[in-house]
């Protein structure tokens, strides 16, 4: 099963990276381990092996994994904390949150492998519950970072549809959200973020 959620990891030099991720996990639910499949091209791959460890968040601010799936400033910042038993940084707004080291890598292929096992977790609040609007903006956000891919007329389409469900069962900030993805999608084609979950195959 992929769950999709919001990656934290720091470069050589310190500098945090935020960026959305599908990790697979197992029959498991206690995600005691699970795997990381970044693009070798990504800045989620050159900290996760430069670094090997980071923290995993389950979260509903699908403003947020909006944001970091087309790169643009986070406005306004997000809470941070540090990591407790990793060198990273918790999401304060997350509900859920995974600090993981790497214990088997594989990069021979575009998309890399990362197994990890969890070292410490935390519960910050409780997940607020199913909504159709937030699963409107996360698959809108996968199509948002597949402009490269995808004929942007049927992504286009497809958006359309996504915007009556937002319309109807979303607020201010999945409607913010959406409105973020939609105009990226109108914006002449740019280099693809390849952080993004949505840029899986």
Not at 82 to 89: C, K, N
Not at 98 to 104: A, L, P
Not at 108 to 130: C, I, M, S
Request: some cysteine; overall charge neutral; hydrophobic content about 45%.
């Amino acid at each position: 099963m992929i769950l999709e959620g919001i990656l934290t990891t720091l470069s050589p030099e310190g500098l945090l990276n935020i960026a959305p991720m599908g990790p697979k996990i197992g029959p498991d639910p206690s995600m005691k381990t699970f795997e990381l499949r970044p693009y070798r091209s990504s800045t989620t791959y050159q900290n996760l092996k430069a670094r090997g460890e980071g923290v995993f968040h389950v979260t509903d601010d699908v403003l947020l994994l909006a944001q970091t799936a087309i790169g643009v400033p986070l406005i306004p910042a997000p809470e941070l904390r540090p990591a407790r038993l990793v060198a990273g940084w918790i999401l304060g707004g997350a509900c859920r949150y995974f600090e993981f080291r790497v214990t088997d890598a594989d990069d021979r292929a575009d998309r890399a492998r990362f197994t990890v096992e969890t070292l410490a977790e935390g519960r910050l609040r409780d997940f607020l519950g199913f909504n159709r609007a937030r699963h409107a903006v996360v698959e809108a956000a996968i199509l948002a970072t597949r402009t490269a891919f995808l004929p942007r007329a049927e992504i286009l389409t497809e958006l359309q549809r996504l915007a009556v469900i937002v319309a109807k069962t979303g607020g201010p900030v999945e409607a913010a959200a959406f409105r973020l993805l939609h105009d990226h999608v109108l914006k002449p084609p740019g280099p693809v973020h390849l952080d993004s979950t949505a840029a899986r195959s």
